[in-house]
């Protein structure tokens, strides 16, 4: 019992500390984690998660999106992983599955819709969302500034020619067109 009330005690002294000054770059989310782990590590060491490594982690994010695990995003995210630098193929992974909800938690995250490691001019998880015909992850790609690149041409290879179309035409809401304030 009094482990418990030590344990909820800490986490709720931990809540209200601010962020240290001296690492501006650590995240709200890192530092909560380093404090709820040097508070529980004296108390309860056995409900400490050890550290991911960072490339099986990844891993484990590609195959949560091939299957369109969310919570597994926010588990991985709470136990440090930096899902902007690893999620690019993980986006690419819940377009081609049409994982809409997988797709708007990744770039919630941080992961770059347009992957610096694209070839250029082309957006892969664009292309993949396009040639496999799901309408909603494009919509979100192309809001969150997607390169259309050649994803009309992927919809057209995938037999998805009024996909295609609406990629060609669609406009990101609230964006000025060249056509407005002309009288």
């Avoid at 909560?32 to 990844?58: C, G, S, Y």
């Avoid at 690419?92 to 610096?116: K, S, W």
């Amino acid at each position: 019992m009094k482990r418990t009330i030590t344990f909820i005690i800490s986490l709720v002294l931990i809540s209200f500390q601010p962020i240290s000054a001296a690492a501006p770059a650590e995240t709200w989310g890192r530092y909560l984690r380093r404090r709820v782990v040097e508070t529980l590590q004296p108390i309860a060491p056995e409900l400490i998660i050890p550290p991911l490594e960072p490339r099986k982690a990844a891993e484990e994010l590609i195959q949560a999106a091939r299957e369109g695990h969310t919570h597994i995003v926010h588990q991985l995210q709470f136990r440090g992983l930096d899902i902007g630098l690893y999620g690019g193929p993980a986006l690419v992974e819940a377009a081609l599955n049409g994982h809409t909800r997988m797709g708007q938690e990744l770039l919630e995250a941080g992961v770059d819709v347009n992957n610096p490691e694209d070839p250029p001019g082309c957006n892969i998880a664009l292309n993949a969302a396009a040639f496999e015909g799901h309408r909603g992850i494009i919509k979100i790609l192309l809001n969150a500034g997607a390169n259309k690149g050649n994803a009309e041409q992927s919809a057209r290879d995938g037999n998805h020619h009024k996909l295609a179309q609406f990629i060609r035409e669609y406009v990101i809401p609230g964006a000025k067109t060249k056509s407005a304030g002309k009288a």
